[in-house]
């Protein structure tokens, strides 16, 4: 158990729908980063939050958005859901900003129908 | 910009043979590098990190890992494999700009083991 929690571990819904994925990072870690891992795509870096900033973007879509909040637990808005967006959505943690060791959640499984 | 290449897919070898699993990386100063490893269904684990020092790391579950500068590479081996070592192995650079970061990870190994 690493310590990071995600909600929920699986989400089922429709095409054009928007979901919200959560994650609560390690006790003390102020980092937050959230993964989208594909058969097609691989593991591709989203973005990253630092106590509540933004400290980094990867391929994150413009449909896709995510916040930290004050308790440090982030969430993932996800828009326009399309067929292609079905994948394993991971949260990760670290304790600084800095590219050091990271703590994944078990991932939340989005399928859009 | 930095990137990983890992350049096996697929590795399968008999249990208590000895395994070497590829990474290079390209960056352009020196880089942050890590090896994970996902079992099925789980999120991945931090087996080895390099950031500076002794070239060659030591990780949990028996793995290792060498940092060579000149190849550009980031090899991780274990002298003997376990039937519980099946697993996705992902090995990963990571970077400082500024005030923003990230980790790159490559598009993974899977190694299956031959009983």
């Known amino acids: 158990d690493s310590g990071v929690t995600q909600t929920p571990k699986h989400l089922i819904t429709a095409t054009g729908q928007r979901v919200t994925l959560r994650c609560s990072p390690r006790?003390?870690?102020?980092?937050v980063y959230w993964y989208q891992q594909s058969l097609d795509q691989g593991l591709q870096f989203l973005i990253q939050y630092y106590n509540g900033e933004e400290r980094a973007k990867g391929n994150i879509l413009e449909r896709f958005s995510a916040q930290q909040f004050p308790d440090l637990h982030s969430e993932l808005n996800l828009s326009s859901l399309e067929l292609g967006d079905s994948a394993l959505y991971f949260c990760?943690?670290?304790?600084?900003?800095?590219?050091?060791?990271?703590?994944f959640g078990p991932g939340t499984r989005l399928t859009v129908t | 910009a930095q990137s990983v290449t890992q350049p096996d897919i697929h590795i399968t070898v008999s249990e208590g043979a000895s395994l070497e699993l590829r990474c290079n990386y390209s960056y352009g100063a020196t880089p942050y590098l890590f090896w994970y490893v996902q079992s099925p269904g789980q999120g991945l684990q931090l087996l080895l990190k390099?950031?500076?020092?002794?070239?060659l790391v030591q990780g949990i579950k028996g793995f290792e890992a060498e940092f060579k500068r000149s190849q550009s590479s980031f090899n991780l081996r274990k002298p003997s494999v376990h039937w519980s070592d099946a697993a996705e192995y992902f090995c990963a650079v990571g970077a400082r700009y500024s005030s923003a970061s990230k980790i790159i990870f490559g598009s993974g190994t899977r190694l299956s083991i031959r009983p």
């Open positions: 390099y950031f500076s020092g002794d070239t």
């Open positions: 990760a943690s670290s304790v600084d900003e800095v590219p050091d060791e990271q703590y």
């Open positions: 006790s003390g870690d102020l980092s």
